[in-house]
Structure formats: C-alpha cells, structure tokens
C-alpha cells in the first residue's frame, strides 16, 4: 500500500468533516465525522478496490502473453532437462513438451508456463509460398 493511497481515505474523511463544518459550528462533531469515515474507508479499503476492479483479471501478463509464441532454441532442450528459449530478445528457461528432444537452433512453440519455465513444443511447420 503506497502513502497516497493511505492518505486518500483521510483527504475522504476531511472532506466529510469540511461537509459538517458548513452545517454546524460543532468542533467534535466535526472530529467525529473525520474520525468515523476515515477509519471506515479504511477498514474497508480492500472490499472497495475488489469490487471497483470486478473484471479486470482476465488481462495477461507479460509472460501469460508468451503462449501461443515461436522463438529459437539457444540451448538444446533433452527429456527431464531444461534448456533455453529466446523469444522477442529475452531468454527463458524451458521444458520440452512430451519430452520431445529439441536441437540448438530449432524453432519451438510456447503452449504454456509454469511459474517462469516455459513448456514448449516442436513449431508446425510453415509453407513458404
């Protein structure tokens, strides 16, 4: 949690306290209201933020967004050994998929990730023409 976003539930609560003092002259009402919305924004800071970004989680990450990529062994990758994919200039650790064995210098498809090791398999071919 960032200072900013802390301090924004008190710059709430002052606002509401502002409210107050233009309906009454009351110092602890004023400090009441403060007090009371403050806490309670932060209380539940957390369900707020929850419910404002419902729907949002689908978007991919950087690496989620790997999958489905073809780039280039630079480290041959052989059955229960990881080896190294380098895609768009970055080299990723690897796994082969199915345990197939790929060379040095061939290209291999991401089908999925597994914390940041990347499963790969052999690229279907492509049709010059």
């Not at 924004?8 to 209201?33: E, V, Y």
């Not at 895609?87 to 064995?101: A, F, P």
């Amino acid at each position: 949690m960032t200072e900013g976003f802390f301090l924004f539930w008190f710059a709430l609560g002052a606002l509401g306290a502002a409210i107050t003092a233009l309906i009454t002259k009351s110092l602890p009402l004023q400090l009441l209201i403060f007090i009371l919305l403050s806490g309670c924004l932060l209380f539940f800071s957390r369900q707020i933020v929850e419910k404002l970004s419902r729907g949002k989680s689908d978007l991919q990450t950087n690496v989620q967004a790997l999958v489905g990529k073809t780039g280039i062994i630079t480290k041959a990758v052989s059955p229960h050994e990881k080896g190294l994919i380098k895609i768009n200039g970055e080299e990723w650790s690897c796994v082969s998929q199915n345990n197939t064995v790929l060379p040095e210098g061939a290209l291999a498809q991401v089908e999925s990730l597994q914390g940041v090791t990347l499963t790969v398999s052999p690229a279907p071919e492509r049709k010059v023409g």
